[in-house]
């Protein structure tokens, strides 16, 4: 069966299986360990994030877990209870018609609400962690449940133990996120503010739904949409350096973008250091860089995931030889 996927790559597993109930989950669970006994198993949201290099021999698992519940509320915050299966920027937008915020920066991340809380998504200085409370998972060896507080969920930039130690051994059900009900947003992300002025907007009425605007035309300028272009996003992470090796950069480079980042390091910007590769906008085979915004690779149409990994190489080289920098991919390879 085919699996579906943004890069519009091609690949089979042996089934593709889609549960809307956490019971129906543990059936699933149980006819794959009695029919498929030892065959791999992948637990797959939209396949945003994921770079197929050949068919998957084994099972895909997918959530339809669909609804919102609210759990607790007062009179500046909800907690509100969603399926991991709701498409993530949906339930933004009904975020937002219900008075719920905190999330409008990561309007129109492609994926679902059990994928952002394992990517630990982010964008336009919010990442989902800001936002979770908990979140709900099933065995996939024993279908027994078990919750996670926000802070035993180990997150980091893209990060989180469901990325790390346990990848694989759970499918998230459910998540739980806590949201405020007075609206404060954030426009600490470098752009942000003059791009508010830009849509004619003024930042002391600033409306969640306005920003939730600006976001989204800032996000249609710059990516490409996977309907029309098949890519998963930022191919690779933005590196985390030593400050010395940083310093050094910034001395031949002064313009180079770089950001604060954990104990005393410095993240700088994996697309600036593609571009000034002279990667921007080229092509490798049926590959290419997406020409507005150097992390993103895309398939020109008929890549497989080889074809891409090919580019991600060429890249990763050029990068190196160039900056002594390892690019790290933030897509996750199958
Ligand atoms: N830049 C270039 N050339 C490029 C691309 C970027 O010079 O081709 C420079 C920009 O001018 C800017 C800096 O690099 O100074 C950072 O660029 P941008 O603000 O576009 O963001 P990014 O660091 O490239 C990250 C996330 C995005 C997220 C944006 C906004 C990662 C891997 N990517 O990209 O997330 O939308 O910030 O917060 O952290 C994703 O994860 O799929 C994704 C799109």
Known sequence: MRIENTFGIKAEAREVITYDSEEALRRAIVRIHEAYEGLPLLHIGQGSNLLFLSDFDGIVLKSDIKGLTVQQETDDEVL?????????????DKAIQR????????????????????????AYGVEAQDVIDEVVGISLKDGSQRIWKRQDCQYGYRQSIFKGDLWGRYAITRVIFRLKKHFEPKLQYGGLVKA????????????????RQVIIDIRRAKLPDPKEQGNAGSFFK??????DLAEQLMSQYPTMPHYPANEGNVKLAAGWLIEQAGWKGKSLGPAAVHDRQALVLVNKGGASGNDILRLCEAIKKDVEARFGIELEPEVNFI
């Open 80 to 92: 509100v209870e969603v399926g991991s299966g709701e498409v993530c920027d949906e339930f933004i």
């Open 99 to 122: 008075g719920w915020y905190g999330m409008e920066n990561l309007s129109l991340i492609p994926g679902q609400v059990g994928a952002a809380a394992v990517q630990n998504i982010g």
């Open 196 to 211: 508010i002025a830009e849509a004619g907007f003024t930042k002391d009425t600033l409306t969640a739904r306005q920003l």
């Open 238 to 243: 933005n590196p985390v350096v030593p400050k």
